[in-house]
């Protein structure tokens, strides 16, 4: 993480290195992030066993972390499963508002999508990164809280840096840049994905099928037309990810189709 972000987060009632868990009592201690998006190392410590270091700098994150280890153990010794279901139930946890969560279903589907093609082994962790980015907005909406609330919630849950810096990445404001594909990908989905949802939502069956990307960018050009939407956060987005806008729009318009019952744009 850089210097900015940091001291963004430093009037925070947490501090960073250090989460104590009320739950299990436990100490879980972890180190920020490298310059290049990677984390530094994680140290957990357990009621049943002694601080093990662990190190990881792929950016193809190692699923070990996100798993329960076979045999199962005291929920309170490692990391809390990461899987999709208690993602979406944390999401509910935090987000009452039905467009928001319609919102991150979208973005899901669309960082889903993206990483079938940039890094498949990890399509969860890329869903879940979806899912959760604006998990916290609902209660915590200010540029003082959000994300940040959202990335400390995260952090006591135990999921793991790669999730959390992605999630701080897609704000601009918070300073944290975006380096590996997974970070570049939510920046470019996430205005797109309510651009795309406020273009069916005027058609005439209010059908993601009605929308198609040649009519889609023309839009972009009305500015009274979803004036809340970043039209530069969406061109940035697809040239930072190095696809063409275009392509990007189609794409991320078969993306949002998958779910279209659950995004209420089936028609
Ligand atoms: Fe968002």
Not at 1 to 11: G, P, W
Not at 21 to 30: F, K, P, Q
Not at 129 to 135: A, I, K, W
Request: charged share 30%; hydrophobic share 35%.
């Amino acid at each position: 993480m850089d210097q900015a972000a940091t001291l963004a987060t430093d009037h925070l009632p947490f501090r960073r290195s250090q989460v104590r868990s009320a739950e299990c009592g436990v100490l879980r201690t972890s180190d920020d992030f490298n310059a290049d998006g990677s984390s530094r190392h994680i140290v957990r410590a357990s009621r049943r066993s002694s601080p093990k270091p662990s190190s990881h700098k792929s950016e193809h994150l190692p699923r070990e972390l996100f798993e329960r280890p076979a045999g199962g153990v005291d929920a309170c010794d490692t990391f809390l499963p990461m899987d999709r279901d208690s993602a979406f139930a944390l999401l509910r946890e935090y987000t009452h508002n039905e467009s928001l969560v319609k919102h991150a279903l979208a973005v899901e589907a669309c960082m889903r999508a993206y990483a079938r093609q940039f890094d498949p082994a990890n399509e969860d962790v890329w869903g879940i990164v979806g899912l959760l980015h604006d998990f916290d907005y609902d209660m915590f909406p200010t540029k003082e809280e959000h994300p940040y609330v959202g990335e400390k919630i995260l952090e006591d849950r135990g999921y793991p840096p790669e999730v959390r810096r992605a999630i701080l990445s897609h704000a601009e404001y918070t300073g944290v840049s975006r380096e590996t594909p997974m970070e570049k990908t939510l920046f470019a989905c996430d205005e797109l994905a309510g651009f795309l949802t406020a273009c069916a939502l005027v058609k005439p069956n209010k059908s993601i099928f009605e929308v198609e990307a040649p009519s889609v960018k023309k839009k972009m050009k009305d500015k009274a037309f979803a004036r809340s939407v970043n039209r530069d956060d969406i061109t940035k987005g697809a040239a930072d990810l190095g696809v063409d806008l275009e392509r990007h729009i189609a794409f991320c318009i078969e993306a949002l189709r998958s779910v279209a019952g659950d995004l209420g744009l089936a028609g």
